[in-house]
């Protein structure tokens, strides 16, 4: 009753043994580049927003809306800290928000785009939209498994690194 488990079980440790460890797999690669950027992205907000109008919205010192990219805007939204500026995030339909009266102009906007929005929005990395300026640029290198969404695995190799971009939004232009 025991013998027959106890065999299969010993067999497939004595193979990891010899093998040099548990299996690799993309399953287990680190995956929390989102995350990291955007506990970055509130540390580096006091700067970005130094370049900005100030709110005339008392206790919010900015927006921030995400285009195309679901993690990006979870994080951003969860996240809490005393320390940074005051915001909302907000999930962008598209660049239709750029036109007047899409968003709150009493307070510096701020888009943040990623790979996907790059790919849906190709204008953003070769002729961004004249109300938008780049803040800044964080390098992103999603996991074997996230990109594996998106190409054949013959071609992780050869996959560039991505960027996390934060504009400002400017309404005047």
Known sequence: RYGIPFVLFSCGLAGMVLRGGPPTTVAWQDRSGLRNISQQLRGDLHDQLAQLPPSQVPQLDCLIYVLAEPGMYYHLSAATSPAAPSYIAQPAGGLSLLTSGQSDRRLPN??????????????LLTQPPSQL??????????????QLDDMCPDALANAADEAIRVWAIHFDR
Request: charged letters at 25%; proline letters at 14%; zero cysteines.
């Open 110 to 123: 701020l888009l943040v785009t990623g790979p996907h929005a790059h790919r849906d929005a190709p204008e």
């Open 133 to 146: 300026e780049l803040l800044a640029e964080y390098p992103y290198r999603p996991s074997d498994l996230v």
